[in-house]
């Protein structure tokens, strides 16, 4: 497989609901193309056996539709003995044994070969007790699979997700200039790096060389230090100064759409894509 890029929208299916046929309607309905994969089926995409994955490639060709990353969860997990909090997972463990994990690392990249997908997520471990958080950078597990990735010409590309151990600036920087040139990325969540306090002009550009796809979701704070999700552009992550900055830096990117809107997701992907297209200078396919 050969990775894709494009600057155009990305859509999940699975924001729409277990089938994926409404969110694939939709993507079409909307004028996009390219479609990011993590559930489906009441299952993780990881889990679903080849025949159904099969089954998901096929509705996309059907509708002209082209699956460009999986949205794995692998590294969203720690140890047995170890207690996560609350985390969202997609129907996939947290606590995986050490020596189950490259087996799951295979899966995955067998997952996007199925799927055509040439990119895929990567976490860095959950945080949790101090004496049991593991850490990325120089986890053995990680050179290993940048090495599978790349015999199968999978991308693998870093969220900074809060509730993992390489969220900030600082620590990404740290791995992806270890990492880069065995070909680890940065799939950039601006709306996580928002939630850290470090959405700056000055932290993006830092970043912007190594972002190979871009995650999009909005919020609004809500009493009690809580946040309602809302669709992009309405609510408090500063897209208006980060998408110039990444399209000056890097004009050529897949833009994902996240809302985690529950009530009327359609209508909060419809108006994201609205104003992404919008919002990054030049539009977007």
Not at 46 to 75: C, F, N, Y
Not at 129 to 145: I, N, Q, S, V, Y
């Amino acid at each position: 497989m050969n990775v894709r890029p494009a600057a155009a929208l990305v859509l999940n299916p699975d924001e729409l609901g277990p089938d994926p046929v409404p969110g694939m309607d939709l993507a079409v309905k909307l004028g996009i193309g390219q479609l990011e994969i993590r559930s489906a089926e009441g299952a993780n995409a990881l889990m679903l056996p080849d025949d159904r994955l099969k089954h998901i490639r096929a509705l996309a060709d059907e509708r002209g539709l082209q699956v460009t990353a999986l949205a794995s969860p692998l590294w969203k997990w720690c140890r047995p003995e170890a207690r996560p909090g609350r985390v969202d997972s997609f129907a996939f463990s947290t606590q995986v044994l050490p020596e189950k994990r490259l087996g799951w690392v295979e899966r995955a990249i067998n997952v996007a070969g199925i799927l055509g997908a040439p990119i895929v997520r990567v976490f860095s471990h959950l945080r949790v007790e101090e004496d049991l958080t593991e850490r990325f950078a120089g986890d053995p597990l990680l050179a290993k699979a940048l090495e599978v990735a790349n015999r199968a010409g999978v991308r693998l590309l870093l969220e900074n997700e809060p509730v993992c151990t390489v969220a900030h600036a600082e620590p990404l920087l740290e791995v992806l200039e270890r990492y880069h040139g065995q070909g680890l990325g940065l799939w950039l969540d601006v709306a996580n790096l928002h939630e850290v306090g470090q959405a700056t002009p000055e932290v993006v550009r830092a970043l912007a060389p190594y972002v190979g796809y871009v995650h999009v979701k909005d919020y609004r704070p809500v009493g009690g230090g809580g946040r309602a999700f809302c669709p992009a552009g309405t609510g408090v992550v500063p897209y208006g100064e980060v998408l110039p900055l990444l399209r000056a830096a890097c004009p050529v990117l897949p833009y994902a759409l996240e809302t985690h809107v529950r009530v009327t997701p359609a209508d909060a992907l419809a108006a994201g894509a609205a104003f992404l297209r919008s919002a990054v200078p030049g539009g977007l396919a």
